[in-house]
């Protein structure tokens, strides 16, 4: 599922508006070239105006305009690059596709897809802006799996392992921390006066912390990581979704935010660059895992082309009838059912809900012991459900281990994809052209 974001506002802002130091004129140039491609003035005026809007919101004080056009910038180089590889790789979003995402963004706010439009457009969103914006994101959210996600695995051992930690946890916990985070980036293969540059770099942010700077402020303006423009804070995250660097600092660094010292580290040298982290906060999510299982029998009718719809719909309602009045509910799926249960008079045993499909959830749900659902239909046909019990179940075990594995697999995704995107920047050809800004 695509982790689809509600834009702001993309109102046009000169940088004159933004910053009387730093006049622009009217007329449109370009500011980069990326590869084949170019950034327009115009285009990083509009980006600057949405971030510049969002910090306002959150209260957060704004960087030297110089300092933050250089950041937004260079997140929209790293975008184009990436657009780039998708269409090199033959990702094309259907307008479809786009349709759909809109209806369900929609869905989730409670509104219809007109309703979501005039909402749109009292905050001042153009609603093709924020279309071109979604289709954008989608196109790098499929980039993303096909170059990195699908690339990353996690083997049943190390799944285990980390499973069996975490149920030896002794606050029988999952605590997750919130990091800060600053990047002096280095290339793949750096020169020692590359180096020496990015060291004294990281040195000098020492310096700025150690005299009072805020950590969030000096990430806006000076940090290459992916989350500068957000004060480089990122998600709340486990120590086993943390990269293994960020990772090995959380006991210095917990100890540093309890006897209120300089709370932050580094700079720590990866294949990245140098990073400076600091602790934000942390929060503690219990382990305990309890799963309602059902016990259901059903009369299903399948998917078929010799019958029409109706004719199914209306002979599974007949049953349906049949069933309230009275008669045997194992009876009636014997004689009718056309799933492999019948033989068992419908009978599914003891299922967990996730391993059923939604639409049959969603009406067993509904129904009290002993009570029979509507007539509704599913991708395999058309189902009448009758509930027989309920019962919870501790399945912490199944749990950990699958909470294990998507927590290896957060960690493994982050670092492939810090790297894919230094190499995808390192092997372009990027020019800026800023000279008059």
Same mark, same amino acid.
């Given at each position: 599922?695509f982790?689809?974001?509600?834009?702001?506002?993309?109102?046009?802002?000169?940088?004159?508006?933004?910053?009387?130091?730093?006049?622009?004129?009217?007329?449109?140039?370009?500011?980069?070239?990326?590869?084949?491609?170019?950034?327009?003035?115009?285009?990083?005026?509009?980006?600057?105006?949405?971030?510049?809007?969002?910090?306002?919101?959150?209260?957060?004080?704004?960087?030297?305009?110089?300092?933050?056009?250089?950041?937004?910038?260079?997140?929209?180089i790293?975008?184009?690059?990436?657009?780039?590889?998708?269409?090199?790789?033959?990702?094309?979003?259907?307008?479809?596709?786009?349709?759909?995402?809109?209806?369900?963004i929609?869905?989730?706010?409670?509104?219809?897809?007109?309703?979501?439009?005039?909402?749109?457009?009292?905050?001042?969103?153009?609603?093709?802006?924020?279309?071109?914006?979604?289709?954008?994101?989608?196109?790098l959210?499929?980039?993303?799996?096909k170059?990195?996600?699908?690339?990353?695995?996690?083997?049943?051992?190390?799944?285990?392992r980390?499973?069996?930690?975490?149920?030896?946890?002794?606050?029988?916990?999952?605590? &997750?921390? @919130?990091?800060?985070?600053?990047?002096?980036?280095? =290339?793949? !293969?750096? *020169?020692?006066?590359?180096i020496? #540059? +990015? %060291?004294?770099?990281?040195?000098?942010?020492v310096?700025?912390?150690?005299?009072?700077?805020?950590?969030?402020?000096?990430?806006?303006?000076?940090?290459?990581?992916?989350?500068?423009?957000?004060?480089?804070?990122?998600?709340?995250?486990t120590?086993?979704?943390?990269?293994?660097?960020?990772?090995?600092?959380?006991?210095?660094?917990?100890?540093?935010l309890?006897?209120?010292e300089?709370?932050?580290?580094?700079?720590?040298?990866?294949?990245?660059?140098?990073?400076?982290?600091?602790?934000?906060?942390?929060?503690?999510?219990?382990?305990?895992?309890?799963?309602?299982?059902?016990?259901?029998?059903?009369?299903?009718?399948?998917?078929s082309?010799?019958?029409?719809?109706?004719?199914?719909?209306?002979?599974?309602?007949?049953? &349906?009838? @049949?069933?309230?009045?009275?008669?045997?509910?194992? =009876?009636? !799926?014997l *004689?009718?059912?056309?799933?492999? #249960? +019948? %033989?068992?008079?419908?009978?599914?045993?003891?299922?967990?809900?996730?391993?059923?499909?939604?639409?049959?959830?969603?009406?067993?749900?509904?129904?009290?012991?002993?009570?029979?659902?509507?007539?509704?239909?599913?991708?395999?046909?058309?189902?009448?459900?009758?509930?027989?019990?309920?019962?919870?179940?501790?399945?912490?075990?199944?749990?950990?281990?699958?909470?294990?594995?998507?927590?290896?697999?957060?960690?493994k995704?982050?670092?492939?994809?810090?790297?894919?995107?230094?190499?995808?920047?390192?092997?372009?050809?990027?020019?800026?052209?800023?000279?008059?800004?």
């Amino acid at each position: 599922m695509f982790l689809l974001k509600i834009f702001t506002a993309i109102i046009a802002i000169t940088f004159t508006q933004l910053s009387s130091a730093t006049p622009i004129s009217g007329v449109d140039r370009i500011l980069a070239l990326v590869n084949n491609e170019i950034i327009l003035k115009s285009e990083l005026e509009r980006e600057l105006s949405t971030i510049v809007q969002r910090l306002e919101k959150q209260g957060v004080k704004l960087p030297p305009m110089q300092a933050l056009a250089q950041q937004v910038l260079d997140k929209m180089i790293s975008e184009e690059l990436q657009l780039q590889a998708a269409k090199k790789a033959g990702i094309i979003i259907d307008e479809s596709t786009v349709d759909s995402a809109l209806q369900r963004i929609a869905k989730r706010n409670k509104l219809t897809l007109s309703q979501f439009r005039e909402a749109l457009s009292a905050q001042g969103v153009e609603y093709l802006n924020f279309r071109d914006n979604l289709k954008k994101e989608i196109t790098l959210e499929r980039l993303k799996v096909k170059k990195v996600e699908n690339k990353v695995t996690v083997s049943d051992d190390a799944a285990k392992r980390v499973a069996k930690r975490l149920a030896s946890d002794s606050a029988d916990s999952m605590r &997750r921390y @919130r990091l800060g985070h600053i990047l002096i980036p280095l =290339e793949e !293969a750096p *020169s020692p006066k590359q180096i020496k #540059s +990015a %060291k004294t770099e990281a040195a000098d942010i020492v310096k700025q912390l150690q005299t009072g700077a805020e950590f969030s402020q000096i990430a806006l303006e000076q940090s290459s990581g992916a989350n500068a423009l957000e004060g480089g804070t990122l998600d709340w995250l486990t120590r086993d979704e943390l990269p293994s660097l960020f990772s090995q600092q959380i006991p210095a660094l917990e100890i540093k935010l309890k006897n209120s010292e300089d709370n932050f580290i580094g700079p720590l040298r990866s294949a990245s660059g140098f990073h400076l982290l600091s602790l934000l906060g942390t929060k503690e999510q219990t382990n305990e895992h309890l799963v309602t299982l059902t016990r259901a029998s059903h009369i299903l009718f399948k998917n078929s082309q010799l019958k029409s719809e109706e004719e199914r719909k209306a002979r599974l309602e007949i049953i &349906r009838e @049949r069933a309230v009045s009275g008669e045997n509910f194992a =009876e009636l !799926a014997l *004689s009718n059912s056309e799933d492999g #249960s +019948a %033989k068992d008079g419908g009978d599914l045993g003891w299922q967990n809900p996730a391993n059923l499909v939604p639409e049959f959830v969603k009406e067993m749900d509904k129904l009290k012991i002993g009570e029979i659902s509507e007539v509704f239909k599913s991708r395999f046909g058309w189902h009448i459900i009758k509930l027989i019990e309920r019962k919870q179940e501790d399945n912490t075990e199944e749990f950990l281990i699958s909470q294990a594995r998507q927590m290896i697999r957060k960690r493994k995704i982050s670092e492939a994809t810090e790297t894919w995107l230094r190499r995808l920047r390192d092997d372009a050809y990027v020019e800026y052209r800023l000279d008059d800004i």
